[in-house]
């Protein structure tokens, strides 16, 4: 089978889903409901409905967008990834997934193949952690893998409930019904850019992802004592943000110290209050994510750091507060699929290694209802997370024709 990808089209495509952001460009913010979010789920909606697709956005905002061809109560194939952005992002993390998976459709619908099963789309919301403290929203709900009312309470930095925001983006429907079956996709493929650099070092097209590694989050805060910063003596401080920072070492050293180069530990978050020069920080809030391939060594750092944190309250005299938000399994990708993406890019010429992902993905959560896998693309120096993200377009088009062979095969 001969595929063609418009290339031009989905570079064309990629530029202008970059312009729904609040940051300059060439970086990328799209948080989740913001108002660029929802002019930018207005315009692919647009797109996938253009190319033929039947259009279905649930009580989170998921969207899935369906070729319904073939047996319509057949089990689907699905790919897909998000299109949320964090704060200064690049342009590429995510968006590839959703316009390469929607240009992977329209390739196989060009090409008059006729798939005997339904082929879906699926755009998850909120991938990134964000707005609401905790990654993959939408694929965690379609799961069953986060409660549904427990979602519909958390809360964003402004005190707004998910449930208030959902509302006010159009999205109503009780959260329990996100939840998909079991037997709802025979398969799910998510395309997406590596955001690390064994691809481009090894001059590899193709990265089949075999399994994703587990990640943790914590929300750590801590309340001390504010004052004036003339008048209150140094022996009598119980300084927030002085006790922050050994946190934040000791994070770093534990995570580096676990033995294995799969282990990372990072604090990115640091909120401090009251944030004035001449005041003693009297409440700080950390975020830290934690992550590793290996699930028992991932939890013993988790537990490391809660025994730094304590350590350190005590100290100090300080009362530190430490939250998990989330401690997921690792995934493992399917080996029938990734047998079928070994063909395709052998049928497509192009050179592929199997690897792990150490960015979660919403294939994380999808994994615990369908077989999946993943197919990374080379990004320049392993770069992500950064306004200098960049994927060629021969790259990009490259994972595309091998995301279609396979839909193609597995809806066969
Ligand atoms: C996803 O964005 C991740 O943080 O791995
Ligand atoms: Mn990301
Ligand atoms: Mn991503």
Aim: hydrophobic content about 45%; some cysteine; glycine content about 8%.
């Amino acid at each position: 089978m001969q595929i063609e990808v418009d290339a031009r089209r989905l570079a064309a495509e990629l530029d202008q889903l970059a312009s729904f952001s609040t940051s300059d460009p060439p970086s990328v913010t799209r948080i989740v409901f913001s108002d660029v979010d929802l002019r930018a789920r207005r315009w692919l909606k647009e797109l996938c409905c253009s190319a033929g697709l039947v259009v279905r956005e649930d009580p989170v905002g998921n969207m899935i967008a369906r070729w319904n061809a073939g047996d319509h109560d057949a089990p689907a194939v699905g790919t897909g990834s998000h299109i949320d952005a964090i704060p200064n992002a690049g342009r590429f993390d995510g968006t590839v997934g959703v316009l390469g998976g929607l240009e992977a459709i329209r390739a196989l619908k060009a090409s008059g193949f006729a798939p005997k099963r339904p082929i879906e789309l699926l755009v998850f919301t909120a991938e990134e952690p964000t707005r609401f403290g905790i990654g993959c929203l939408g694929s965690r709900l379609l799961s069953g893998a986060l409660d549904a009312e427990k979602a519909g309470q958390l809360r964003d930095q402004a005190g707004s409930t998910l449930d208030e925001v959902r509302k006010a983006a159009g999205f109503h429907g009780s959260l329990s019904n996100v939840r998909l079956t079991t037997n709802r996709h025979a398969a799910f493929i998510e395309l997406h850019i590596e955001q690390g650099p064994i691809l481009e070092q090894s001059r590899h097209q193709i990265g089949l992802v075999t399994s994703i590694a587990a990640p943790a989050a914590l929300r750590v805060v801590i309340h001390g004592q504010g004052g004036h910063a003339g008048a209150v003596l140094m022996p009598n401080r119980h300084d927030a943000l002085t006790g922050a920072a050994e946190i934040i070492l000791a994070v770093e050293r534990l995570a580096g110290a676990s033995g294995a180069l799969d282990t990372v530990a990072t604090t990115g978050l640091c909120d401090v209050f009251p944030s004035a020069v001449n005041s003693i920080p009297s409440r700080v809030s950390l975020g830290i994510d934690i992550r590793d391939i290996n699930l028992s060594r991932r939890d013993l750092l988790v537990e490391e750091i809660r025994k730094a944190i304590e350590g350190v309250s005590r100290k100090r005299a300080l009362q530190c507060i430490t939250e998990i938000l989330n401690a997921d399994d690792p995934a493992q990708c399917d080996r029938r699929i990734l047998d079928v993406l070994r063909r395709c890019c052998e049928d497509e010429g192009v050179t592929h290694m199997e690897l792990v992902s150490r960015a979660y993905h919403d294939s994380l959560f999808m994994s615990r209802i369908a077989p999946v896998a993943m197919v990374f693309i080379p990004c320049r120096a392993g770069v992500s997370h950064r306004a200098d993200e960049f994927a060629s377009l021969p790259d990009i088009a490259n994972g595309v024709r091998v995301l279609a062979r396979a839909l193609a095969q597995l809806a066969s």
